[in-house]
């Protein structure tokens, strides 16, 4: 149950943003790779990451909330989702990890005092 409904947030949360048309892109020619940041409405950076130059996601993908805070660390290889990936909120944090394209491991934890982010 918990592994269908997180994959239901990422899926949302990456249609959602990925829909937006406010967004930078630029040519990293030393990694080959096309860095995008997509922004929210109201000018904030909604998302930030990279692809490959097929369009495939690569490597660390962020998520903001309108707010600017982090909501979301992905991580991808060559459009598979790969490694820990960590999903906060006001009150938890989830950590999900995959292995082959497939969640792995979820686990939560009660977030007692507030995330900073010191970017």
Do not use: C
Request: net charge neutral; charged share 25%.
């Amino acid at each position: 149950m918990k592994k269908s409904i997180l994959v239901s947030i990422a899926f949302l949360i990456a249609v959602v943003t990925f829909a937006q048309d406010k967004r930078h892109l630029k040519l990293n020619k030393d990694t080959n790779l096309i860095e995008v940041v997509y922004y929210h409405d109201n000018g904030v950076v909604s998302q930030t990451g990279a692809y490959t130059t097929d369009g495939k996601l690569q490597g660390e993908w962020l998520s903001f909330s309108t707010e600017g805070k982090k909501q979301v660390s992905a991580n991808y290889d060559n459009g598979q989702k790969v490694g820990k990936w960590f999903f906060w909120n006001d009150t938890t944090l989830k950590e999900v990890d995959y292995n082959n394209n497939a969640i792995a491991n979820v686990s939560e934890w009660e977030i007692k005092s507030p995330v900073t982010d010191s970017n």
